[in-house]
């Protein structure tokens, strides 16, 4: 088009593309205000990202799912007049972390619970049960051994006997109601241990070794 007072033409106007793009801005925003409108996030999720997993521990006026939980467990284990060295609990990155000494569950070489396991397990169920069927929360039960190796026909290797240990947790948590879709067993052998099992030299250090031995109940988002 010709400017009519130079008589040259004048370059197109190039901004109708930003009326385009923002009337595309729009209606996306529009879209997802609209699906976010639709849906029915669960209080558990809300708690969840109100609070934030880093606040957990310090958050005391408004604790969000773990820290209630974890603030529970330690009201009540956390005893010093009756306190079994046997359990410890400790909130860390991945979680809660629940640590159950295998000397007070099992017998030696074997995954059935012993009478004080078997209390101990079912007191510690039914806390998580409480909390379970308020928040939206994930158990891993995970077993660990030392490093001796075991070779009988029940348990082949310690990676039979520490999942046996872990399914035999699990399974008294679902008997006490727990969901099967949120608890699941884990057996690690000894690939993580706590302490060295042995010395520089292969010497075996005995209180290690024990601390190695044990059930870690994690519990997470």
């Avoid at 679902?174 to 030299?201: C, M, Q, W, Y």
């Amino acid at each position: 088009m010709a400017d009519k007072n130079t008589g040259q033409e004048s370059a197109p106007s190039g901004g109708g593309w930003i009326t385009t793009y923002a009337d595309m801005i729009t209606l996306l925003m529009c879209f997802f205000v609209i699906m976010y409108s639709a849906s029915e996030p669960s209080q558990s999720k809300w708690e969840q990202l109100k609070g934030g997993i880093e606040s957990d521990v310090m958050n005391v006026k408004n604790p969000t799912p773990l820290a209630d939980l974890y603030n529970a467990l330690e009201k009540k284990y956390d005893d010093p007049n009756d306190d079994n060295p046997d359990l410890t609990i400790d909130f860390e990155t991945k979680g809660i972390v629940i640590s159950l000494g295998s000397n007070s569950l099992f017998e030696s070489g074997d995954a059935k619970l012993k009478s004080n396991g078997l209390s101990i397990v079912k007191t510690l169920g039914n806390e998580l049960k409480e909390r379970m069927q308020r928040y939206e929360l994930v158990i891993d039960v995970e077993g660990h051994t030392d490093d001796v190796p075991i070779s009988t026909a029940k348990f082949p290797s310690n990676w039979e006997l520490s999942s046996s240990r872990s399914a035999s947790v699990v399974k008294e948590f679902t008997e006490l109601g727990l969901d099967r879709e949120v608890v699941r067993a884990i057996g690690h052998a000894d690939a993580f241990p706590l302490k060295p099992n042995r010395s520089k030299d292969g010497t075996a250090i005995p209180s290690n070794m024990a601390a190695n031995r044990r059930v870690d109940v994690i519990v997470h988002y």
